[in-house]
């Protein structure tokens, strides 16, 4: 039962345009949402966040978008760069509960 | 410096054996983690620890054994290693069990395990 997925195994996208990597989610009590990137041979670091009183947050040139009511999150990647190609892993957690992990989106941005 | 170090990088061990992973944190975080990546499954929790000398189980923890003596060690044991846990093995810290109030888990580089 795969409470958190990602859908779409990889993502390519030219560099300069944006780059959007979805989420889904089943358990509606989840009220904390995370994205992590990870290079290969490295491990996954924090990318950003949002909680679920909140539908959009944004750093730089990353924005996570929440829309509760279709249990769907996005990463808005503006403008990509070729430093972006990495796996992207969105995850979820209620308070007091374990993070769980989607199966990754691996994004490449072509010069 | 600062950080999570998990050690060996690599590691080839054959059906049966004995193999421990290492891992060793900086923060004096409280919550210590394993997972487990493998393609079309992302990354699922083996086994996690709140404080030292409290372990319990993730999602996939048949096979392995943790144990945390010290705060800052969490080694993740296989007693009898099968082809099945070939794997690249994470170890993360954090403040918090789930992640909420600017406490992100940080990863470590990963342990690459293949068993033959």
């Known amino acids: 039962d795969q409470q958190v997925k990602q859908n779409s195994p990889s993502l390519s996208v030219q560099e300069g345009r944006i780059s959007i990597l979805n989420c889904d989610y089943t358990n509606s009590m989840f009220d904390y949402f995370l994205w992590y990137k990870k290079y290969p041979a490295e491990g996954p670091t924090f990318l950003i966040s949002i909680s679920s009183i909140k539908d959009k947050n944004e750093d730089g040139r990353f924005t996570v978008f929440l829309n509760k009511s279709a249990k769907h999150l996005s990463l808005h990647i503006v403008p990509s760069q070729p430093g972006d190609s990495a796996v992207y892993f969105c995850?979820?957690?209620?308070?007091?509960?374990?993070?769980?992990f989607g199966q990754g989106t691996e994004l490449s941005v072509k010069p | 410096d600062a950080g999570i170090t998990q050690s060996p990088r690599y590691k080839i061990t054959e059906t049966g054996r004995q193999v421990t992973l290492m891992c060793h944190q900086t923060?004096?975080?409280?919550?210590m983690f394993w997972y487990r990546q493998d393609l079309g499954h992302g990354l699922r929790l083996i086994y996690y620890s709140a404080a030292a000398d409290i372990t319990d189980k993730g999602e996939v923890p048949d096979g392995y054994v943790v144990s945390r003596s010290k705060t800052e060690n969490f080694p993740l044991t296989l007693e009898s290693a099968t082809r099945s846990q070939t794997s690249v093995y994470f170890c993360a810290s954090s403040e918090s069990f789930s992640g909420h109030r600017n406490s992100p888990l940080h990863f470590g580089n990963g342990t690459r395990l293949t068993v033959t």
């Open positions: 923060w004096s975080h409280s919550y």
């Open positions: 995850a979820a957690s209620q308070e007091g509960g374990k993070l769980i």
